[in-house]
């Protein structure tokens, strides 16, 4: 089956070693850039309605805002108490200069 991508974003409008929040297709997304490469997850936490790009970026960790949790942005998987509830992470894709995102 192949992937319907959605245009998101300027790749050079995700800060480096950072996280930004963004509303695309009716869902609200964090995108983060660790060391060069551009990552999506869901922008709300699994375990308290916050947003994570509020949170701390660590690597390829973002620690939730609300309670210190945190998230592997690579693959969305819980890494801290209290999350115990994976992610959902996007397939990224860079053309032209531009972010695109698939969603289901």
Known sequence: MSQNWTE???ADDVPQ???????????DVALYKVEGEIFATDNIC????ARL???FLDGH?????LHQGKFDIRDGRA??????ENTRTYPVKIEGGRVFLAFE
């Open 61 to 65: 960790e973002i620690e939730c805002p």
């Open 17 to 27: 070693d950072d996280v930004i929040g963004v509303e695309i297709a009716g869902k």
């Open 79 to 84: 890494t801290c108490a209290p999350i115990t």
């Open 8 to 10: 998101v974003i300027a």
């Open 53 to 55: 790009c509020d949170g």
């Open 46 to 49: 699994t375990h308290g309605h």
